[in-house]
Nanobody, 119 residues
Framework: QVQLVESGGGLVQPGGSLRLSCVASGSIFSINVMGWYRQAPGKQRELVASITNRDDTTYADFAKGRFTISRGNDKNMVYLQMNNLKPEDTAVYYC?????????????WGQGTQVTVSS
């Protein structure tokens, strides 16, 4: 069992920055990949960035050059640094963790944190 809690969302003007944080608790040893997803009103949830337990990273095209995903030293914290934010970045951002335990694959979601980019 893994629990994920996000924080750091809020209201920011275009061109501004935010750093989202996700803390994992529970069976964190089983987490292979963590990622950030987002969902805007009327749209499907989409991957923003992911990072493996080997620190391999993947970014959506819209995130490249603007967003950075990273892990804390204790590996139970994941961050998403977002720079040069645009109105189209407005969405609920979710932390995701994928696990493998005894050959059983599962995934977990945080509650989401709202990011609003507006002047």
């Amino acid at each position: 069992q893994v629990q994920l809690v996000e924080s750091g969302g809020g209201l920011v003007q275009p061109g501004g920055s935010l750093r989202l944080s996700c803390v994992a608790s529970g069976s964190i040893f089983s987490i292979n990949v963590m990622g950030w997803y987002r969902q805007a009103p009327g749209k499907q949830r989409e991957l923003v960035a992911s990072i493996t337990n080997r620190d391999d990273t993947t970014y959506a095209d819209f995130a490249k050059g603007r967003f950075t995903i990273s892990r804390g030293n204790d590996k139970n914290m994941v961050y998403l640094q977002m720079n040069n934010l645009k109105p189209e970045d407005t969405a609920v951002y979710y932390c995701n963790g994928r696990t493998v335990l005894a050959g059983v694959r599962d995934e977990y979601w945080g509650q989401g944190t709202q990011v609003t980019v507006s002047s």
